[in-house]
């Protein structure tokens, strides 16, 4: 394991760290076996034969065989192979990964809606599957939420779908993709149980490299090149294959797979404790009916808000990965936040670690019908296998005193009228209720339309007044 003793790291969804195992099983493929598989000689054949049997391996996690599974460098690409199969329209849900929103975005496609839990919407599934659509995608666990999908009912009604078309003699297929990037330590998958045609696996997130990924094809599905060359991975993926990675991935897979139990109880055990904590932080409501407060400054009689509420965890308990804990502390600025939780060592991040970076608002928070200032004071808490109980303590204790000094510096900025918002933009009672999701705002669609460049706004830090 690497030096994470300095800190209490509560971002694994963003990134696992690789066991020494893992690197032990991938460091000869580095060194003494570095050979190009497609050599012709002896140890270039063993090379071969180690890669075939890793991703045997691999694909044994999912109830697969090694030939269904396209080797990629990661998730992106893997999900980029994966819309090749469309030729029509796409539906994808409206809280997908960056990656899944774009590749739709290069062609028709429509959202589906979410309920405020982060689940799908299967009334409006159902509704958009007109005859256009060829193709769907909607992840197994979200990456800011956790939210696992009812991947199963889904593909029942894609199967329905089916037999309705065939009777009606619509010849147009439809092919069901899943990113499960995030699912593999926590959920036991199994393609045929799931009913998928496409599922994208990802290194990083279970214990595995960086940069190498791989997408699950069912033998009935068509797909198109993402790379040309000499034709490596039955021609869809040029490229010579990163054998020491490929060896990490499966090595990582069956170690998460053989795991995920304890692994699940690991987290129930850890969440339960910093949810309690962090429940138990009495922070004041945002101000929607202020009563008059009275200083002790006598001549002081401006309105500010006494009503105390609790933090708001954010998704569905019942159908949310053990590992994650989104939390929102109305008016924070949660930025600010993770920038004093690391300055004590305590790693986390406002969501999907890509769009932090870009600094854009998260859509996934808005398709679940959060304000803006709602997304401004959210976190997302990933637990992981670096994680204690007695770290997690500490860590909830650390979080407690940093939520609240940050609300007794908000609460001191307003009675001193200190301007702590860059954009103060708390939602009326109506603009709330218009971004509930699912039985409200129509969510986003249209050919060749960026959803994710569609709210990429400025993240400012808001604070109710
Ligand atoms: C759900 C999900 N899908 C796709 C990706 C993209 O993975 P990568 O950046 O490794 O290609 C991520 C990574 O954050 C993810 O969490």
């Given at each position: 394991?690497?030096e994470?003793s300095k800190?209490?790291?509560l ?7 690789v066991?020494d195992a893992v ?5 000869p493929?580095?060194t003494q076996?570095f050979?190009?598989?497609s050599?012709p000689?002896r ?7 180690a890669?075939?049997a890793?991703?045997?391996r ?15 460098a990661g998730?992106t690409?893997?999900?980029?192979l ?5 030729r029509?329209?796409a539906?994808?849900?409206s809280?997908e990964?960056?990656?899944?929103l ?7 496609h429509?959202l589906?809606?979410v309920k405020?839990?982060?689940?799908i919407c299967l ?6 599957l ?10 197994l666990a ?6 696992i ?5 889904i593909?029942?009604i ?6 309705d078309?065939?009777?009606?003699g619509?010849?147009?297929?439809l092919t069901f993709?899943?990113?499960?990037s995030q699912?593999l330590?926590l ?9 998928v045609d ?7 997130k279970c214990?595995g490299?960086?940069g190498i ?6 033998h009935h599905?068509?797909l198109?090149?993402?790379t ?5 991975e039955?021609?869809?993926?040029s490229g ?13 897979a069956?170690h998460a797979?053989?795991?995920s139990?304890?692994?699940?109880k690991?987290?129930q ?6 949810r309690?904590?962090i429940?138990?932080i ?6 929607r009916n ?5 200083s002790?400054i006598?001549?002081n009689?401006?309105?500010v808000n ?7 965890f954010?998704g569905?308990?019942?159908?949310q990965?053990?590992s994650f804990?989104p939390?929102c502390?109305?008016?924070i600025?949660?930025?600010r936040?993770?920038y ?10 406002t969501g999907?670690a890509c769009a932090a970076n870009?600094?854009s608002k998260?859509h ?11 997304i401004a004071g959210s976190?997302?808490?990933?637990l992981?296998s670096?994680?204690t109980v007695?770290?997690i303590?500490q860590a909830?204790?650390i ?9 007794a510096?908000?609460r001191g900025?307003?009675h001193?009228k200190?301007?702590?918002s860059?954009?103060s933009?708390r ?6 209720s218009d971004?509930a999701?699912c039985?409200?705002?129509p ?7 960026t959803?994710v ?8 830090g808001?604070?109710?007044?």
């Amino acid at each position: 394991m690497p030096e994470l003793s300095k800190y209490i790291y509560l971002d694994h969804a963003a990134a696992t760290p690789v066991s020494d195992a893992v690197v032990r099983a991938m460091l000869p493929y580095f060194t003494q076996d570095f050979f190009n598989p497609s050599a012709p000689y002896r140890p270039a054949r063993q090379v071969r034969a180690a890669y075939e049997a890793a991703k045997d391996r691999l694909a044994h996690t999912i109830g697969a065989k090694g030939v269904d599974l396209i080797m990629t460098a990661g998730a992106t690409e893997s999900i980029n192979l994966a819309f090749t199969a469309r030729r029509s329209r796409a539906l994808v849900s409206s809280i997908e990964h960056a990656a899944v929103l774009s590749a739709a975005s290069a062609g028709d496609h429509l959202l589906v809606k979410v309920k405020p839990s982060g689940v799908i919407c299967l009334d409006d599934l159902r509704n958009k599957l007109s005859d256009e659509v060829d193709f769907v995608s909607i992840s197994l666990a979200n990456n800011e939420l956790g939210t696992i999908q009812p991947l199963a009912e889904i593909s029942r009604i894609l199967r329905e779908v089916r037999q309705d078309r065939l009777a009606r003699g619509v010849t147009t297929p439809l092919t069901f993709h899943t990113d499960a990037s995030q699912a593999l330590s926590l959920i036991d998958i199994n393609v045929a149980r799931l009913g998928v045609d496409l599922l994208t696996l990802n290194a990083a997130k279970c214990g595995g490299p960086k940069g190498i990924g791989a997408l699950y094809v069912s033998h009935h599905v068509q797909l198109q090149p993402i790379t040309l060359g000499g034709g490596q991975e039955r021609g869809l993926r040029s490229g010579t294959e990163n054998v020491p990675a490929a060896i990490g991935f499966a090595a990582a897979a069956e170690h998460a797979k053989s795991h995920s139990a304890s692994h699940r109880k690991h987290c129930q055990t850890m969440s339960q404790i910093l949810r309690q904590a962090i429940g138990g932080i009495k922070i004041p409501a945002p101000n929607r009916n202020p009563e008059p407060y009275t200083s002790i400054i006598a001549h002081n009689t401006e309105k500010v808000n006494t009503e105390i509420i609790s933090p708001r965890f954010l998704g569905d308990l019942k159908h949310q990965l053990s590992s994650f804990i989104p939390v929102c502390f109305p008016g924070i600025d949660a930025e600010r936040l993770v920038y004093r939780l690391a300055n004590r060592g305590i790693l986390v991040s406002t969501g999907a670690a890509c769009a932090a970076n870009k600094g854009s608002k998260s859509h996934v928070l808005a398709a679940i019908g959060l304000s803006d200032s709602e997304i401004a004071g959210s976190l997302r808490l990933s637990l992981g296998s670096t994680n204690t109980v007695e770290q997690i303590h500490q860590a909830a204790q650390i979080l407690r005193e940093e939520v609240e000094h940050e609300y007794a510096r908000i609460r001191g900025a307003q009675h001193q009228k200190l301007p702590l918002s860059r954009n103060s933009s708390r939602p009326t009672g109506s603009e709330r209720s218009d971004q509930a999701a699912c039985n409200d705002r129509p969510a986003r669609a249209g050919s060749g339309k960026t959803a994710v460049s569609d709210v990429a706004s400025s993240n400012s830090g808001n604070i109710y007044v």
